[in-house]
């Protein structure tokens, strides 16, 4: 036999002993019953909070559509609204010019009177 099949079997008989020890007394029925019943109601609070959390996701995600809606038509209300301006702004400036053309058509007339 070789010395590696050798030390082997005595590294496993070393073991038996241990082996061979019955293992502690389970704990008691009511013991495991009462941490089931703990672990069952830990168990359904973290799905409830875990519901309330997705929830509140839910209706998070929602108000950011809304105001995402919202900002969309606000800035479409300002391109509007500067487009408005940009034409206002047109008009009172051929306005005027009319009006300068006026004051001096009539200056032009006055002058020539006199």
């Given at each position: 036999m070789s010395s590696k099949l050798r030390r082997t079997i005595v590294a496993v008989a070393g073991m038996l002993p241990s082996l061979l020890v019955p293992a502690a007394d389970p704990e008691p029925i009511t013991t495991?019953?009462?941490k089931?019943?703990?672990a069952?109601?830990?168990?359904?609070?973290?799905r409830a909070a875990t519901r309330q959390a997705s929830e509140e996701l839910r209706e998070a995600r929602r108000r950011i559509v809304?105001?995402?809606?919202?900002?969309?038509?606000?800035?479409?209300?300002?391109?509007?609204a500067q487009a408005r301006l940009g034409r206002a702004?047109?008009?009172e400036q051929q306005a005027r010019e009319r009006y300068e053309q006026a004051k001096r058509a009539l200056h032009e007339a006055w002058e020539a009177r006199h």
């Open positions: 495991l019953q009462h089931l019943k703990f069952r109601e830990e168990y359904e609070a973290a809304e105001a995402e809606r919202a900002l969309a038509q606000a800035r479409q209300q300002a391109l509007d702004r047109e008009a």
